[in-house]
């Protein structure tokens, strides 16, 4: 496994389960508490917030709400 994390640092986040054999690359978290976070709107968000934190909160919390309905 290469430790060079410069070529992953994209922005994007990643979730990883560890399994009996490693870490295995996961699309969704698998913690009930966590399991329906939209992680492509946590991403857009967290991006979003480089400019405007405001705007970023707002943005996750509408896209929570569409979510929850």
């Known amino acids: ?3 060079d994390r410069s070529s992953r640092e994209d922005g994007a986040f ?3 389960h560890l399994r ?3 870490y295995e690359l996961v699309s969704r ?3 009930p508490q966590l399991e329906t976070l939209d992680i ?3 991403t857009q968000c967290v991006l979003m917030g480089q400019t405007s ?3 970023a909160a707002r943005a996750f ?3 929570i709400r569409r ?3």
Do not use: I, K, P, V
């Open 61 to 63: 919390q509408q896209g």
């Open 53 to 55: 934190r405001l705007d």
């Open 20 to 22: 009996e054999t490693g």
């Open 14 to 16: 990643r979730l990883f």
């Open 67 to 69: 979510a929850s309905f």
């Open 29 to 31: 978290s698998e913690l």
């Open 1 to 3: 496994m290469s430790t």
């Open 40 to 42: 492509a709107l946590l």
